[in-house]
């Protein structure tokens, strides 16, 4: 038991002092129900993650001359939201619907930090806005998942999974403007839906993993202005986060210290991104 307890605390020691790596890819954890009919189970999870993401953009920019203003027409233009790293910290509450189906619940805190770039048509050179990083804000997610078949080693079932998440604003700058000075709000929303098997390895371990589809929705906001020869430009970006990856796989590890007891770690990766994830639980 206490040799658990320690590959325990090693496990999420490492992963939780390791570099920052995206946004979304939540962890998910074992895709089969695990807690039984009328139980409740709660823990903690952290994810670590990263993503290449593009937003389609409205983009107005108001140019100033006092005393006449200037409003030059509303244009869609793409942004491209590189390397999105974000640390993801949640609680989990979950309940045993029957000894085969689970529902959970999940709240905490989501930070991001990216690069992100302005593709203009008549610029070769796209604009890129530089120091995205906003600090932690709300979390929050519901999911279920199921057991399909199993016997004494193999159990076959799935995972589906939303989460929202919405780090704070950042101040950005933007390149080739020094007098500009922008703020950029984004908000996630994604959906991960798994399924695949889990070995039970001996009394305490289960390998488990499989594909797992992958959705991602958001908003873009970008707002800004700069000076330039005594002329004011003001900047106003409002836009739709569509997802780059569809199709991904995992693999994890689930440990259970005793009856009630259990953590796991895994590893996600689609073509646009790719995280690893840790959870502990605690049954009642």
């Known amino acids: 038991m206490k040799k658990k307890i320690a590959l325990m ?11 920052s790596v995206v946004f979304a890819l939540s962890p998910m954890g074992p895709p089969k ?10 823990g903690i999870e952290y994810g670590n993650q990263t993503m290449d993401l593009e937003a389609d953009a409205t983009v107005s920019e108001i140019m100033i001359v006092d005393p006449d203003v200037f409003e030059a027409p509303p244009k869609k233009f793409m942004h491209n939201i590189d390397n999105l790293k974000s640390n993801i910290l949640m609680v989990r509450a979950g309940y045993g619907l029957n000894e085969n189906w ?21 610029n070769p050179s796209p604009y890129e806005y530089k120091g995205f990083d906003g600090s932690f804000g709300l979390a929050w997610g519901i999911g279920t998942r199921a057991t399909f078949w199993q016997n004494e080693t193999v159990s076959w079932g799935g995972l589906l999974q939303i989460t929202w998440l919405e780090p704070d604003n950042s101040g950005v700058t933007l390149a080739g403007e020094p007098n500009f000075d922008g703020d950029v709000e984004i908000n996630i929303e994604e959906v991960q839906i798994a399924f695949g098997p889990t070995w039970r390895a001996n009394d305490s371990i289960s390998i488990y993993g499989g594909p797992f589809v992958h959705f991602v929705n958001g908003d873009l906001d970008i707002n800004g202005r700069t000076v330039d020869m005594g002329t004011e430009f003001i900047l106003e970006t409002t836009g739709d986060i569509e997802e780059e990856s569809l199709l991904g796989g995992y693999v994890g590890a689930h440990l259970e210290m005793d009856e009630n007891t259990s953590c796991f770690i895994e590893c996600q990766l689609t073509n646009d991104a790719w995280g690893i994830g840790i959870g502990y639980a605690q049954g009642f």
């Open 33 to 42: 129900a695990l807690f039984g009919l009328n139980k409740w189970g709660f």
């Open 102 to 122: 689970d529902a959970f619940l999940r709240l905490g805190l989501a930070d991001a930090k990216g690069d992100i770039e302005y593709l203009n048509p008549v």
């Open 9 to 19: 605390i090693v496990t999420l020691t490492l992963l939780s002092v390791s570099n």
